[in-house]
């Protein structure tokens, strides 16, 4: 190991990078094989569009036996890189199993595809690894922090702490890469945080270096999962990356972990490589038999890899998957139904496998990364407890029965404190515990992991593999003597409980044995519990012969497991190799008869149990013998004659008679238990449209791994024909499975595909070409016709087969032949004549008779209508002679129509006349006003199925009924106001007849406010209101006199404001004039002119001395006259005598002589103008 490393400047150690990865290389160069295995490789696709240089590439790689002698190396583009290479786990010859590879790949340019292949090289490069000190050197700047807040309190954790204190373990060590587990799983628990005393929270750090790049990636896991301190923490997350400037790269507020749950999240620090697809080549995983035998012939079409990631219900891209969100998975495990997460694999991950597929890999991790909320997950917190058989202590890892052999686990958290734990082997609970609605059960337990692990090297999904099967370890109840316990003790592995438990428990748990690292304590501990289910069904079904025979497990199982039998008769466990008794057959079922079964057991959860144990078989264990027994279930009920092959498909199978109670012990005994109406063939094809858990599918896979089974040949052959062909595979593959050693399907051609015989027994046969190692076999559809051949065959060959005699009418019968359907259709040798082969019959409704003769009376016919009119009311069916009655409906139609019936295979045509209708209209016509109406007619029809229309001729005129009918009505219209001076008509056609409508125009009103007005002799104006009875009528305004004037408008329509304009009378006579408005006289009465003067002065009052003086006259009107008269002899008018209109009196003013002040008066315009004159 190198040291020091953190003392170097970062240019130094860059440098020695440089210098290890270069003697790397050449070391490594000295070393390739002169080809690599051309079946052997794997390719990387660039997503992003980034060119980079010294991509890092961490992949886990499987390897058949004796590939891979020492140690892998990668091959990319046909040039070797240095590649550090941790073997996990070798085959018994020594040569690698499982490895995990890190190397670089030189340039990955944008959008690039690479192809990296593999060869042998003498070492795995493991020396050169980081030490402690280089890890936390300044140059990676490396810390993660978890940071957990409740109520303002914030606890924390620190992965470069944890590392300080030599809390972890190295993963994987070399040149290109250190990975290690930063965890303190010892009995100080030092950094363990929570928020009381009991500290159930525990942080875990996954980090792996690539020193040559400067980044880390970080993997944050949070569990609550110690046995001693359990209880759900409720607290917001925060996750930082970083240790001189720490950066949030997540957040969460308000967590409620439960107890038993964990979660992780993982992110880079130096910043995350671009986007890439690894397709790590399916068919070569297969050869390695670390995964099923697909067929990878198939091609999953891109519309289904993006349903699966956009579907807006159910798409991996709009789920919920945050932290303890459910993605795509089933949080109540115990669901009924079909689903993704039910199979080898989930769905999701199949399609993964096949495409390498970046939205299907983000779906795949995605929920295997979510699933860690499931409450399986306990770690032993205490240190006086043994893991293993061989002693090894318990402290930190994951349950075993070993250390607490009475636990018991079931469903949810609820079977933490189950009341027959001893006090010694119960968990802990220190608060508040509850579930979240997560509940796993074994019935549904999916694999979410192994691929995961195996094509990652991810310990993540390694240490998933061991809490899940540790879990389902303490599924079974530990009691020691009742068949549904573990075994002998309660610390034994037997698994018992639903058929399809057994099956997903024991692949989960084989699953785990073959993965755990070779010399680790949890293979030994995993592979003791697989072989100690093994001993235990071995001894419950009585398997002699085997290694495991007579052992504690084996009788154990033969004493107690056995039980899970019942007592059915002799033999006690079942001929027909069911796996339980099964449950009662309910009054509803729909396939097994409750009157001929008492129990009945589904064979597709068989199914399950047939793949898992083969499974175990072909990864190394010891269930061969198993699956030889339990496998003839399945080979029996496809290839036994006296059973139809397709009830493979069915929910149920009966296994106990009615009867006496006894187990059915042959197969076609055990088809009387299904009802007669019962369609096999059908449930069958309909299901094959379901890949996701159609039964057939199923049984597809469970057919595949007993395909080397004795029978099982046969057994495949069938379902390679009729399931292997269905189109809903290329979508969902999930259970597209061939037998081991087979690498696709077969195909296969007929030399025909029909044959027409005679009525007479003959014989024939067709022609089958398929390769040579392509099984096939052939059943008849038809009881008439039977093959001869012996079958199956593999490769070209023949079908034989045979026709009886035909007594009846023609028939057709069917061949399934490798899978394709061969049609032979017979002859017939009767004849059928009829009493009359047509009529002629009116519109009413009526009925016949028709006479069949037959050649024979074996002969049978059938009547069959052809117009929904003429309806076969006796005679159906029948044989020999026979008599058909007819029913023919009423023509409702006025078209005459011609139906036929097929009678004995003849037509007997019926022409029946139309319908004749004749209409009367209650009235022809009718006269309304201006004024919109409505107006009904009635329509009286000669029959009251004679139909009739209506139709407005006008569009003043609108259809208030139904513009159709049938029968006599009353039919209703509207008629729309007429805003027209003139009278309108308009038509209706009712019933084929004119109806008329005469609407008489708008007929005028007028109305003035006032008919006369009086006025004085003064010019004036005067507006009058005109009332109209409609806006359109019209009227005209004329002055009769010239001294008024209409200044309005002189003619209009509608109602309105009349205005005149009255001239000045300037005549001393009264007068009277008129204006005729819209026909009517208004009256103008105008007063004569009245004179009236004012004079600018009254009086003067002047000295005695003579002078004159000038007086105005203001008349108010120009023709008033007036005159000016002294009444006075000193005063004398000197103008002004008289005058109209305004004028100007001049008058002259004696000197007064008298001695006295004298008084004197003008009258001027009839008033008075006084002269007050002093004395002298």
Not at 358 to 377: C, D, I, K, M, Y
Not at 587 to 614: C, K
Request: glycine share 8%; with cysteine.
């Amino acid at each position: 190991m190198k040291k020091g490393m953190a003392s170097l400047g970062r240019g130094l150690f860059q440098q020695w990078f440089s210098i290890v990865f270069l003697v790397g290389i050449l070391g490594a160069l000295s070393f390739v094989q002169a080809q690599p295995d051309p079946t052997n490789f794997l390719t990387i696709k660039e997503k992003a569009g980034v060119t980079t240089s010294q991509y890092p590439i961490q992949i886990g790689r499987p390897f058949v036996p004796g590939e891979i002698s020492n140690f892998p190396q990668a091959v990319v583009n046909g040039a070797a890189v240095a590649t550090q290479a941790d073997v996990k786990s070798r085959w018994p010859d020594g040569s690698v199993k499982h490895a995990i590879l890190s190397f670089y790949l030189p340039t990955l340019a944008a959008n690039s595809t690479v192809t990296v292949s593999f060869v042998n090289q003498t070492s795995g490069n493991n020396a050169g690894y980081l030490a402690k000190n280089d890890m936390l050197g300044t140059g990676l700047d490396f810390d993660a922090r978890m940071e957990l807040t409740n109520s303002g309190t914030t606890i924390s954790a620190s992965a470069r702490n944890m590392l300080s204190a030599d809390k972890y373990e190295y993963w994987l060590k070399g040149d290109v890469l250190t990975s290690v587990i930063i965890a303190d799983h010892s009995a100080t628990r030092s950094a363990d945080i929570g928020f009381d005393a009991n500290k159930s929270f525990r942080p875990i750090f996954h980090a792996t270096f690539w020193p040559g790049i400067n980044k880390i990636k970080v993997r944050f896991i949070g569990e609550i999962a110690n046995t001693e301190v359990l209880q759900d923490q409720l607290y917001t997350l925060a996750l930082k990356l970083g240790n001189t400037t720490p950066q949030t790269v997540y957040s969460k507020e308000n967590m409620n972990q439960i107890v038993g749950s964990r979660w992780t999240k993982e992110f880079w620090l130096g910043g995350a490589p671009s986007a890439i697809e690894i397709n790590h080549n399916l068919a070569y995983l297969a050869k390695t038999k670390f995964v099923p035998n697909y067929d990878t012939s198939r091609v999953i079409p891109e519309a289904a890899l993006a349903e699966a990631y956009n579907d807006p219900y159910s798409g991996w891209s709009v789920v919920a998957k945050d932290l303890f969100d459910a993605g795509n998975m089933m949080k109540y495990m115990g669901s009924t139904g079909g689903r993704d997460e039910i199979g080898p694999y989930p769905t999701w991950s199949v399609r993964w496998l096949y495409t390498g597929d970046s939205r299907a890999a983000e779906q795949t991790f995605g929920n295997a990364q979510l699933s860690a909320a499931f409450p399986v997950h306990f770690r032993e917190g205490k240190t006086n407890k043994t893991f293993d058989d061989g002693g090894t202590n318990a402290l930190g890892r994951v349950l075993s029965l070993k250390a607490r052999p009475t636990i018991f686990l079931n469903s949810g958290n609820f079977f933490i404190d189950f009341a027959y734990t001893d006090s010694a082997d119960k968990f802990t609970v220190v608060g508040a515990m509850s579930d979240g609605g997560w509940y796993p059960d074994g019935a549904h337990q999916p694999d979410y992991h192994s691929p995961l692990y195996v094509l990652t090297g991810d310990y993540f999904y390694l240490e998933e593999m061991y809490f899940w099967a540790s879990w389902g370890a303490a599924y079974t109840s530990p009691g020691t003597d009742v068949w549904w316990g573990r075994g002998p003790t309660a610390d034994t592995g037997g698994i018992s409980g639903e058929v399809r438990g057994d099956a997903w428990l024991f692949r989960n748990r084989v699953q785990t044995a073959f993965l755990a690292p070779d010399g680790t304590p949890e293979k030994n501990y995993f592979t003791k519990l697989t072989n100690d289910a093994i001993a235990i069904w071995e001894g419950t079904i009585g398997l002699t012969g085997t290694p495991n025979y007579g052992n504690a497990n084996w009788n154990w199982g033969h004493t107690y497991a056995s039980l899970k039998y019942g007592s059915h008769g002799v033999p006690t466990v079942p001929a027909l190799r069911f796996w339980e008794e099964g449950g009662t057959v309910p009054s509803w079922s729909e396939e097994v008869d409750p009157a001929m079964a008492n129990n009945r057991t589904p064979h597709w959860q068989h199914a399950f149990l047939i793949y898992s144990l083969g499974t175990a078989k072909n990864l190394g264990y010891s269930s061969g013998p198993l699956l030889s027994w339990l496998s003839q279930m399945t080979i029996g009920q496809l290839t036994d004659p006296g059973f139809d092959p397709y009830i493979v498909a069915a929910y149920q199978m009966p296994s106990v008679r009615k009867v006496d109670n006894f187990f059915f012990n042959l197969w076609p005994d055990d088809r009387t238990g299904f009802f007669n109406s019962y369609n096999a063939q059908a449930d069958f094809t309909n299901q094959l449209a379901d890949a996701n858990h159609g039964y057939p599918f199923i049984a597809l896979a469970a057919t595949a791994i007993a395909a080397n089974e004795p029978g099982g040949s046969a057994a495949w052959a069938f379902m390679q024909q009729q399931v292997l062909p269905a189109p809903s595979l290329n979508s969902n593959p999930k259970w597209l499975i061939l037998p081991q050693g087979s690498s696709a399907a077969c195909t296969y051609t007929l030399s025909a595909t029909s044959a027409s015989v005679a009525s007479t027994s003959s014989t024939g046969s067709v022609n089958v070409t398929a390769a040579s190692t392509c099984s096939w076999t052939a059943t008849s559809q038809a009881s008439w016709i039977t093959i001869t051949s012996t079958l199956p065959v593999a490769g070209n060959g023949a079908v034989s087969y045979s026709v009886q005699a035909n007594a009846g009418p023609a028939r057709t019968g069917t061949l399934t032949i490798a899978g394709q359907t061969y049609t032979i259709t017979q002859a017939t040798n009767c004849t059928y004549s009829l009493s009359a082969t047509s009529t002629n019959v009116t519109a009413a409704a009526t009925t016949r008779s028709v006479t069949v003769t037959a050649s024979n009376t074996v002969c049978p016919w059938t009547s069959v209508s052809n117009a929904n009119w003429i309806t076969v009311t006796a005679g159906t069916s029948g044989t020999g002679n026979g008599t058909v009655n007819l029913s023919i409906a009423a023509n409702s139609s006025t078209t005459a129509r011609v139906g036929t019936v097929t009678i004995a295979g003849q037509t007997y045509t019926v022409d029946q006349a139309g319908l004749v209708c004749t209409f009367t209209l209650s009235a022809t016509s009718t006269s309304v006003s201006a004024g919109a109406t409505t107006r009904n007619v009635n329509i009286s029809a000669s029959n009251g199925a004679c139909s009739w229309t209506a139709v407005s001729n006008d569009s003043w005129i609108t259809l208030i009924s139904s513009p159709t009918g049938t029968g006599s009505s009353t039919f209703s219209f509207s008629i729309a106001a007429n805003n027209s001076l003139s009278a309108r008509t308009g038509t209706l056609t009712i019933a084929g007849q004119t109806y008329t409508v005469n609407q008489a125009g708008v007929s005028c009103t007028y109305t003035l406010s006032n008919n006369s007005f009086s006025t004085s002799a003064a010019a004036t104006t005067k507006t009058v209101t005109l009332t109209t009875s409609n806006s359109i009528c019209p009227w005209t305004v004329v002055s009769n006199v010239p001294w008024i004037t209409v200044t309005s408008a002189a003619s209009g329509a509608g109602s309105t404001s009349v205005a005149f304009s009255i001239a000045a009378n300037n005549t001393f006579t009264a007068r009277t004039g008129t204006l005729t408005i819209a026909g009517k006289t208004y009256t103008v009465n105008q007063a004569a002119l009245i004179c009236s003067y004012t004079l600018s002065s009254y009086s003067a009052n002047i000295s005695s001395a003579a002078t004159t003086r000038s007086v105005n006259v203001t008349a108010n009107n120009s023709a008033c006259a007036w005159t000016a008269v002294s009444n006075a002899g000193w005063i004398t008018v000197t103008s002004g005598a008289s005058g109209t209109g305004n004028g100007t009196v001049n008058f002259s003013i004696a000197a007064n002589s008298t001695g006295v002040a004298r008084t004197g008066t003008v009258t001027i315009a009839g008033l008075t103008y006084t002269v007050s004159q002093r004395r002298n």
